[in-house]
């Protein structure tokens, strides 16, 4: 049970086509995050209580955290008159 491993490549895969081209919150800083999660996880238990299903919540969540992040702050967008972000 569980996700199969070509659906999370795709997963994956789509995540990545979706980041913006910004220098910080791009696709290698949320796949460090990702593994980061799963580092931490791992070492504290936490992975070892959860199924599978909440796994890949866990680690999807890591991995979608920055998605489509224009790579500037709320305030800047708001102050900008940026409708799309709250402005």
């Not at 659906?7 to 979706?18: G, K, Q």
């Not at 238990?45 to 999807?60: H, I, N, V």
Request: proline share 2%; net charge negative; hydrophobic share 40%.
């Amino acid at each position: 049970e569980g996700v199969g491993a070509e659906s999370v490549r795709r997963f994956i895969l789509a995540v990545r086509a979706s980041m913006l081209d910004n220098p910080y919150h791009n696709f290698y800083h949320v796949f460090d995050v990702m593994q980061t999660t799963n580092a931490l996880a791992t070492a504290t238990g936490t992975m070892a209580r959860l199924d599978s299903w909440e796994r890949f919540a866990l680690l999807s969540a890591a991995l979608c955290h920055d998605l489509e992040h224009p790579g500037v702050t709320s305030q800047f967008l708001s102050k900008a008159g940026d409708s799309t972000h709250g402005g």
